[in-house]
């Protein structure tokens, strides 16, 4: 976090001054109705010489009227062609499918994902809540064990996760689909607005049971809503650099595991940037801060342990490059490396080295590699078609399906 409040203290003033000189260069500029001496003002190698030669080229004295000159005059087309002018540079749009879109402006977005194998879904409860089976580690639920079995430290009656089983790594894991509905409406070329809200399904591939309850089945519903702004610090016609602030609000149900159950807070920095009209790179980086959260697990040398949500500090480029462009049409394939730093917090894992129920994640790195599509027809509608796949052992999922329609407008 302190990271990434410190790269946005470095560029933004930096950028913000560079576009300010620019606008003061233009206003020096002398309009289309100047006379000499405004021009005289505005370009320092001008003598006074030349501006008496003008003067004299014209005959008469200043006692002598000259007519004024009649204001230049302006077509109905051209007004109307005038009104026309986008109030934003006429950038085509992002490419990615993954990184966040760093261009401001109005659209509507859906996209689907469908991923498989996730094996810690309540890892720093990033994807959903710290899992329900911590409300079953007590000697009225496991009366076989010793009463100073390691594993009752671990014991969380107010755990708002899905239980009591929990995954065990592959084949025991999650597969899981959400649909992503996304409104971004842009009074301003610099500011936009959105909200998304997500609808999750998901299919638990094998749980450890705790007898004699009954297993995880599978659920779907409302997952967690989403909503923010963007900010464009820079504009123009091949760049955006863009800060992005998110929420995420605990609307879906922790106990199904449609959501996280506590609120979120999604600061990042996006740049796009066109290196010609072909070649775009696009990037982010930022971190993902939970508000809130469940208890951590204790430990008997550490009995008031950090929160089981933690910081997930995440990095992301992207470069495209335009394929096929005829006709309005235009294909551009696109390669997105995108990571992931867990800062702090825990994994429910039977038999790990907390207490034998969890595992610190704090330090652990994930690395995905996502490949896809991007079709644009005009300026207002794209699709997108992308997989990606995990390049570490660690991971959120092992392998996802990405589909996208977005409508600009």
Known sequence: MKRLILILVVF???TMIAQQTDS???????????????VASATPGLTDASLASSANGRSGSFSDPQPAPLPPQTSKATQAQKTKEPSRPPIEGSMVGYIDNPIVGSQIRIRFDDAFEDRFPDRSEFFYAKCGCSRFLSKQFLPFLPSNAPLFLAFDPKAPGP?????????????????????????????????????????????????????????SGLSDVQAGFKFAAVTSEGTYLTFQFKSYFPSGDALRGLGTNH????????LYHSFSERWTLEGQIGDWHPIGGSAGVSTTSSPTSEG??????????????????RNHVRLAPVVEL??????????????GPVDSAATEVSGLNIVNLKVGVRTSIGFRNSFYVGFGQALTHDDWYKHIVRLE???SF
């Not at 610099?190 to 094998?206: D, N």
């Not at 009954?214 to 659920?219: E, W």
Request: overall charge neutral; hydrophobic content about 35%; glycine content about 12%.
């Open 24 to 38: 003061i260069r233009m206003n020096e500029q002398p309009g289309p109705g100047a006379g000499p001496l405004d």
């Open 12 to 14: 933004l003033p930096i």
């Open 263 to 270: 609120y979120s807070v999604e600061p990042s920095l996006l």
């Open 308 to 325: 089981f949500a933690g910081d997930v500090f995440f990095y992301g480029i992207g470069p495209s490059y335009k394929l096929y462009q």
């Open 163 to 219: 239980g009591p089983g929990v995954p065990t790594g592959v084949p025991n894991s999650i597969n899981f689909q959400q649909l992503y509905m996304n409104v971004e409406y842009s009074p301003h070329r610099r500011f936009s607005a959105f909200v998304e809200v997500p609808i999750r399904w998901l299919q638990p591939q094998g749980f450890k049971q705790i007898p004699p309850f009954p297993g995880f089945s599978n659920q």
């Open 405 to 407: 329609y977005r409508y």
């Open 338 to 351: 995108f990571g992931w730093h867990v800062l702090s917090g825990f994994q429910s894992q039977p038999g």
